[in-house]
Nanobody, 121 residues
């Protein structure tokens, strides 16, 4: 079984910064993809950023140049550095992982419990 535990959310003023962290646990898996999604009230969950184990990244257009994703493959962690935050970044942020069973060769998707990010003066 895989678990994802997020930390680092909170309240920040516009223009401020926050860093989200996610730690994944679970044996017997490869972790080809990890990332972050967010969901604002009344809106669908959307991709923020994702990163493959090989280092390829993909960002939502609204966060390019402001957010940076990084990961430690050895520790199954993924971080999201968020700079120049705007009120429209307010949402619950979810850690995401696509893992691949080393023995059954089946792919699974997992989500963290979510962490609230509020950007307000």
């Amino acid at each position: 079984q895989v678990q994802l535990v997020e930390s680092g959310g909170g309240l920040v003023q516009p223009g401020g910064s926050l860093r989200l962290s996610c730690v994944g646990s679970g044996s017997g898996f490869n972790w080809p993809l990890m990332g972050w999604y967010r969901q604002a009230p009344g809106k669908q969950r959307e991709l923020v950023a994702k990163m493959t184990s090989g280092g390829s990244t993909d960002y939502a257009g609204s966060v390019k140049g402001r957010f940076a994703i990084s990961r430690d493959n050895a520790k199954n962690t993924v971080d999201l550095q968020m700079n120049s935050l705007m009120p429209e970044d307010t949402a619950v942020y979810y850690c995401y992982a696509n893992v691949y069973g080393r023995y059954n060769h089946i792919s699974y998707n997992y989500w963290g419990q979510g962490t609230q990010v509020t950007v307000s003066s």
